[in-house]
Structures are given as structure tokens and as C-alpha cells.
């Protein structure tokens, strides 16, 4: 079993920037990083191929928002920038072994999650 943990979160100001991480006992064909809100279904943010590397982000965070993979520390990063309140959520790690979409349903293993607070 996959297990996966955040950490980075916080509260910053809006234009604000943050990197969270994700720590993967074993990183699987297809990483990714989720978010929800309160009162809000959970949505794909951005996820990336361990191998290749390619990429998909949600319309929101594109041009934001940058996902990267570190294979040699079995880490993967989201790199959170010009932050705006409708960002605030708490963001899960999660993996899957087949697949790269942004469907939460797609995916296997999931982190605990972090808060991420955006404030104006």
C-alpha cells in the first residue's frame, strides 16, 4: 500500500506564494494533487507522471501552479503561486497506478491532507 504524506501548508496573503509537499513511500505511474473546499465536491488541481513527467492542471491554477516530482526522494511538490482566497482549501496527496486525470475516483492512495488559507 501507498502511503503518502503533505506538509507546507499554512496561511499567506493573497498574491502570496506556497510549496507544498508530498512524501510517497513509493511514487506510482501517476501522482497528483487535489483540493476541497468547504461545501465543495473534491476537484483535480494538477497531476503529473512519475516516468515522463508530463502534466494536467485544472483551469483554475493553470499559469498558477506548478507540480513537479523529485523520484530519487519519492517526493512531489506543488509549487503555489499569486494565491487567491478562492485557493483556500485543504489539499490532499494522491496517487494511482493507472491513469493521469484529475477524477479523485481515478486514484488509489490518498494523504491526509493539509490546509491551505488565503487571506485578503
Known amino acids: 500500500q501507498v502511503q503518502l504524506v503533505e506538509s507546507g501548508g499554512g496561511s499567506v496573503q493573497a498574491g502570496g506564494s506556497l510549496r507544498l509537499s508530498c512524501a510517497a513511500s513509493e511514487m506510482t505511474y501517476c501522482m497528483g494533487w487535489f483540493r476541497q473546499a468547504p461545501g465543495e465536491e473534491r476537484e483535480g488541481v494538477a497531476s503529473?507522471?512519475?516516468?515522463?513527467?508530463?502534466?494536467w492542471y485544472d483551469v483554475s491554477v493553470a499559469g498558477r501552479f506548478t507540480i513537479s516530482r523529485d523520484n530519487a526522494k519519492n517526493t512531489v511538490f506543488l509549487q503555489m503561486n499569486s494565491l487567491k482566497p478562492e485557493d483556500t482549501a485543504i489539499y490532499y496527496c494522491?496517487?494511482?497506478?493507472?491513469?493521469?486525470?484529475?477524477?479523485?475516483?481515478?486514484?488509489?492512495?490518498w494523504g491526509q491532507g493539509t490546509q491551505v488559507t488565503v487571506s485578503s
Open positions: 503529473i507522471t512519475t516516468a515522463g513527467g508530463s502534466t
Open positions: 494522491a496517487a494511482t497506478y493507472k491513469g493521469c486525470t484529475l477524477r479523485a475516483s481515478g486514484y488509489n492512495y
